[in-house]
């Protein structure tokens, strides 16, 4: 054999190590450190302004609007005709986040009044209107 260095005696003993393959791979290591160090550094220094990145959201107010047994109106627990009710309607319509209209309507009134008043937040131009019930059993 032929791979001793030389050694064509099977008896002797190789007592040198073998260094090629240490430099072959110590050289591709090199190699590999030197293209990915100047992609982990940035060369150009620059002192970035800090900035608070939460969102400001602005939370519409609710306006909670019932209708009693009676086609009473009521403005968050506080007796509205219809035309306290348009004009109330029209201030808030031209609010910026326009709030969110919640109508409550009694079990037992007629439903014109419930009508009634659903007309008047659309004649007002407020695009958002829920209804408010309760679970039945």
Known sequence: MAFGGGLDDDTEVMNEINMTPL???????LIIFIITVPVLTHSVKVDLPRADNTPNELKPETVNLAVNADG???WNETQVTMEELDARLATEA???????VHIRGDRTVDYEHVIKTMA???RAG?????FVTEPGN
């Open 72 to 74: 009473n109106i009521y």
């Open 120 to 122: 008047a937040v659309q």
């Open 94 to 100: 031209g609010k910026q986040p326009q709030p969110e």
């Open 126 to 130: 407020i695009l958002k209107l829920g």
């Open 23 to 29: 430099v072959d791979v110590m050289l591709v290591l």
